[in-house]
């Protein structure tokens, strides 16, 4: 198993360009979740999906977008890319679990975005 | 409003020697995991350990142990035995307050330092 793959690892972007983050995960894990880490913070949710089909925004959802259309991918679109969005990516994954407990996360190895 | 409150922005320990990282939360969910990942320089999300609310016994897992403590909804890592390897943020996480199990709320971290 590979676990949680994220693509790319670093990536420049000038302000206003687009660009999609690529989150592959070969657990068979329905629920996937993006954050963001912006320095010397915590993590904070963008959006997150609990299957294939669904998604839901997350604290952060401005400026971003997802989809969901496998069970094993869930890119995360960035429109109109602003400074205010440099920060590091990660993507995770869990199993459903049993009854109504949440389950371990599973983290990719983020990828680290720069806006100028 | 952040439901997750890590009180030490930064903890120092010397090789060998214990130390505690403390957590508090708030959920309204009655039945829930608490996580304590560890994030490297690297920047890679590891679970370093889990607590099932529902159970009374601490966790453990080699040398990391958490203080449980439901009623005041705390919950402490304690590492023993410090090594050089264990310098890294740590960041606490547990469900949020209305919003059901799906989510992690996730603290705004406690930067371990180790010395020899």
């Known amino acids: 198993n590979a676990g949680v793959t994220q693509t790319p690892k670093f990536r420049i972007l000038k302000i206003g360009q687009s660009m999609t983050l690529q989150c592959t995960q070969d657990?068979?894990?329905?629920?996937m979740y993006w954050y963001r880490q912006d320095p010397g913070m915590g993590l904070k949710l963008i959006y997150y999906?609990?299957?294939?089909?669904?998604?839901d925004k997350g604290e952060v959802p401005n400026g971003y977008n997802v989809s969901r259309s496998t069970t094993e991918d869930f890119p995360l679109r960035l429109e109109l890319a602003a400074p205010s969005q440099t920060s590091v990516y990660f993507c995770?994954?869990?199993?459903?679990?049993?009854?109504?407990?949440?389950?371990?996360?599973?983290f990719g190895p983020g990828t680290r975005l720069l806006v100028l | 409003a952040q439901t997750v409150t890590q009180s030490q922005p930064e903890m120092s320990v010397q090789e060998a020697e214990t130390v505690t990282l403390s957590c508090t939360y708030d959920?309204?969910?009655?039945?829930?995991?608490l996580f304590w990942y560890k994030q490297p320089p690297s920047r890679q999300m590891i679970l370093v350990i889990r607590q099932e609310a529902y159970k009374q016994q601490n966790a453990t897992e080699n040398r990391f142990s958490v203080n449980f403590q439901k009623a005041a909804k705390s919950f402490s890592l304690k590492i023993s035995d410090s090594q050089l390897g264990d310098a890294a943020m740590y960041f606490c996480?547990?469900?949020?307050?209305?919003?059901?199990?799906?989510?992690?709320?996730f603290g705004t971290g406690t930067r371990l330092l180790v010395s020899p």
């Open positions: 959920t309204s969910e009655s039945d829930y995991y």
């Open positions: 996480a547990s469900p949020p307050m209305n919003t059901g199990f799906q989510k992690l709320v």
């Open positions: 999906s609990v299957g294939a089909g669904i998604t």
């Open positions: 657990m068979n894990h329905n629920y």
């Open positions: 995770a994954s869990r199993p459903t679990g049993t009854g109504v407990r949440q389950e371990t996360q599973y």
